[in-house]
T-cell receptor, first 115, second 114 residues
Framework: DADVTQTPRNRITKTGKRIMLECSQT?????MYWYRQDPGLGLRLIYY???????NKGEISDGYSVSRQAQAKFSLSLESAIPNQTALYFC??????????????FGEGSRLTVL | AQSVTQLGSHVSVSEGALVLLRCNYS??????LFWYVQYPNQGLQLLLK??????LVKGINGFEAEFKKSETSFHLTKPSAHMSDAAEYFC????????????FGKGTLLTVNP
């Protein structure tokens, strides 16, 4: 089983619908992240959480919200989806500690299409 | 602020040829540098990373990268390309410290021709 699991893997929805992407991890990491990947733009950080009580906006948080339900679970919501939110979304985790370098461990991605 | 520039959004090589993917970074503190690979329809996988110490870093699948502080570069190389190397490659920089985050380049798509 994957260490970082994303559901759903693929989703097609309509403009205005509420969508939730879920992420769970078995790595025991405190830090979790949501990234968005678009062709030619690389990965851009949407939100990140350093522990259960900590939520931070990334560079492109508008139109998104997150919830850290537990150390192992971090969900991303689109309250009212729009077509330009069509993208591949990645959840990632990282460890903490003095020796940590910021290395991320990724899920396999959730492909979202908004019609 | 930190940033990453990958030169060339698409690189095409012949099987057996040298692979060279270029990455330059900007960071106000000593950086940690990473290369990730994304195969079609998959997530990102760590290829190699530089933290401290030896500036030539070896990774999986025969790839290596050299940290050159004077040139603010971390180029990825492989002496002989295989068809299985076809993928998208991302360079990333971390600022370290307690609130580190990874900043990614826009990616380079590597095509390997038979």
């Amino acid at each position: 089983d994957a260490d970082v699991t994303q559901t759903p893997r693929n989703r097609i929805t309509k403009t205005g619908k509420r969508i939730m992407l879920e992420c769970s991890q078995t790595k025991g990491h405190d830090r979790m992240y949501w990234y968005r990947q678009d062709p030619g733009l690389g990965l851009r950080l949407i939100y990140y959480s350093f522990d259960v009580k900590d939520i931070n906006k990334g560079e492109i948080s508008d139109g998104y919200s997150v919830s850290r339900q537990a150390q192992a679970k971090f969900s991303l919501s689109l309250e009212s989806a729009i077509p330009n939110q069509t993208a591949l979304y990645f959840c990632a985790t990282s460890d903490t500690g003095a020796s940590n370098t910021g290395e991320l461990f990724f899920g396999e991605g959730s492909r979202l299409t908004v019609l | 602020a930190q940033s990453v520039t990958q030169l060339g959004s698409h690189v095409s090589v012949s099987e057996g040829a040298l692979v060279l993917l270029r990455c330059n970074y900007s960071s106000s503190v000593p950086p940690y540098l990473f290369w990730y690979v994304q195969y079609p329809n998959q997530g990102l996988q760590l290829l190699l990373k530089y933290t401290t110490g030896a500036t030539l870093v070896k990774g999986i699948n025969g790839f290596e990268a050299e940290f050159k502080k004077s040139e603010t570069s971390f180029h990825l190389t492989k002496p002989s390309a295989h068809m299985s190397d076809a993928a998208e490659y991302f360079c990333a920089v971390s600022n370290g410290g307690s609130n580190y985050k990874l900043t990614f380049g826009k990616g380079t798509l590597l095509t390997v021709n038979p």
